[in-house]
C-alpha cells in the first residue's frame, strides 16, 4: 500500500476544505479508475462533497472520462449500508461515500477496493455524554483525557478505517490521508506513527493525484502467499 498526505491541504471544516475534497476525488478517479472509498466523520461533511461531485459528474459529461464514469454512491441517500456494499462491488467502476458504518466490519478484498480516501481523523464527538463521562473519570485520576484516551480512542478507529484497503497480502492499493492536522497538531505523528506503512509526505493535491496514477501504472508482482494483517485483527 502507498499511504500518502500533504501539509498543504485546507484545514478540516474550513469553507474551502469540502470543495478540495471533492475536487481531488474526482481528480484520483479520473487518472486512477479504481474502486474507492472515501470516508468522512460527518453526514454534512459526506452529504456537501456528494453534492459538488454530483455536479462534477454531470457537468464533465460521459464522453470526457478516459473510462466508464464512476457510478457515485452515498450513504444516506436513500440506500441502507447492505445495499449500497452489493452495488459497490457489482459496479465495474464505483466511487462510495460513506461515514461510521463504513470505517469498520466491511470486508472488501482485492480490486473490489483500490483507493481508500481518509478525508479527516476520526476523533469522537466530544459532546457524546459517553465521551464527556470517560473524560471526567480520566481528569479526575490527574491523567490527560485528550492524550491517553481522546487521541488513543481516534488512532484505533483510523487504523480500522485503513483496514478496509488491506485485507490481505495480496491486497494493493493507495490510501490517501487529508487531515492536515497530521502536520500541524502535536498528537499528528502518534498517528503517522501508527499506520502499518511509512507515510509519503506530497507537495501538494497534484502531486497527490500523479503519484496515485503512477503507482496503479507500475508492474506489480503476485505474492506468493496470503497472510494476516487488519482483516485478522478484526
Same mark, same amino acid.
Given at each position: 500500500a502507498r499511504f500518502m498526505t500533504t501539509p498543504s491541504f485546507p484545514v478540516p471544516?474550513?469553507?474551502?476544505?469540502?470543495?478540495? +475534497?471533492a475536487e481531488l476525488v474526482e481528480r484520483l478517479v479520473r487518472v486512477a479508475p479504481r474502486k474507492t472509498m472515501v470516508l468522512f466523520t460527518s453526514y454534512a461533511a459526506?452529504?456537501? +462533497?456528494a453534492g459538488r461531485l454530483r455536479e462534477a459528474l454531470d457537468r464533465s459529461g460521459p464522453t470526457s472520462w478516459p473510462a466508464p464514469r464512476p457510478v457515485l454512491l452515498v450513504?444516506?441517500?436513500?440506500?441502507?449500508?447492505?445495499?449500497?456494499?452489493?452495488?459497490?462491488?457489482?459496479?465495474?467502476?464505483?466511487l462510495l461515500l460513506g461515514t461510521s458504518t463504513f470505517w469498520e466490519g466491511v470486508d472488501l478484498p482485492g480490486a473490489d477496493l483500490e483507493i481508500l480516501v481518509v478525508t479527516k481523523l476520526p476523533f469522537a464527538v466530544p459532546t457524546d455524554p459517553w +465521551?464527556?463521562?470517560?473524560?471526567?473519570?480520566?481528569?479526575?485520576?490527574?491523567?490527560?483525557?485528550?492524550?491517553?484516551?481522546v487521541v488513543r480512542d481516534a488512532v484505533l478507529r483510523l487504523r480500522q478505517g485503513v483496514g478496509r484497503l488491506i485485507r490481505s497480502r495480496r491486497d494493493r492499493g493507495v490510501v490517501v490521508l487529508l487531515d492536515s492536522r497530521l502536520h500541524g497538531k502535536p498528537y499528528g505523528m502518534t498517528f503517522l506513527k501508527a499506520l502499518p506503512s511509512a507515510v509519503t509526505y506530497c507537495a501538494d493535491?497534484?502531486?497527490? +493525484?500523479?503519484?496515485t496514477g503512477a503507482f496503479f501504472d507500475a508492474d506489480w508482482p503476485v505474492p506468493v502467499s496470503d497472510g494476516p494483517d487488519f482483516a485478522a485483527q478484526e
Open positions: 471544516d474550513t469553507p474551502p476544505w469540502q470543495a478540495a +475534497v459526506l452529504q456537501g +462533497v450513504q444516506g441517500s436513500g440506500a441502507g449500508a447492505g445495499e449500497l456494499m452489493t452495488r459497490f462491488r457489482q459496479e465495474r467502476h464505483s +465521551v464527556e463521562a470517560k473524560c471526567e473519570r480520566i481528569a479526575a485520576n490527574g491523567d490527560n483525557a485528550f492524550i491517553d484516551f493535491a497534484d502531486e497527490i +493525484v500523479r503519484q
